[in-house]
């Protein structure tokens, strides 16, 4: 159902190489890159993540509870992905753990422009 997310940054070179290097274990790469926007995923027929400049070329604003979710397959995946984002050059929002009781399990982070993004694995 969703095809892709898209986030602003301020560096779009920045942006592209900290989802490659997170991601890349996912099998993801750049699926298509327009210059001031990139889709990262592993196929133009599955949903992407999107890192692009503003259209308007305003600044770019993480928005108050807008979030990205990436769902690894397992908790080793969510704390490999969490410590591999804090890495890179994120910040915690939050450690992994176990969350509402035994169904959700995630970790979150923001990026380098702010950006909030969760790693979780449901059961």
């Given amino acids: 159902m969703i095809g892709y997310v898209t986030i602003g940054t301020h560096d779009i ?5 900290f989802y490659l290097a997170l991601l890349s274990d996912l099998g993801a ?7 001031r926007i990139a889709f990262i995923g592993t196929g133009m027929d599955k949903p992407m993540l999107a890192v692009c400049i503003p259209h ?3 600044e770019p604003q993480p928005g108050n509870g807008n979030m990205v979710a990436i769902s690894p ?10 410590a591999k ?3 890179l050059g994120a910040t915690s929002e939050g450690e ?5 009781d035994d169904v959700f399990y995630g970790a979150y ?3 380098p422009d702010g950006n909030k993004v969760a790693f979780y694995v449901f059961g």
């Fill in 73 to 82: 397959g397992s908790k080793e995946g969510v704390e490999k992905l969490y």
């Fill in 96 to 100: 992994p753990g176990q969350r509402i």
């Fill in 29 to 35: 790469s750049v699926v298509f890159d327009a210059g």
């Fill in 109 to 111: 982070i923001r990026d």
């Fill in 85 to 87: 984002a804090l890495e």
């Fill in 56 to 58: 308007n070329e305003k």
């Fill in 13 to 17: 070179d920045k942006a592209k190489d």
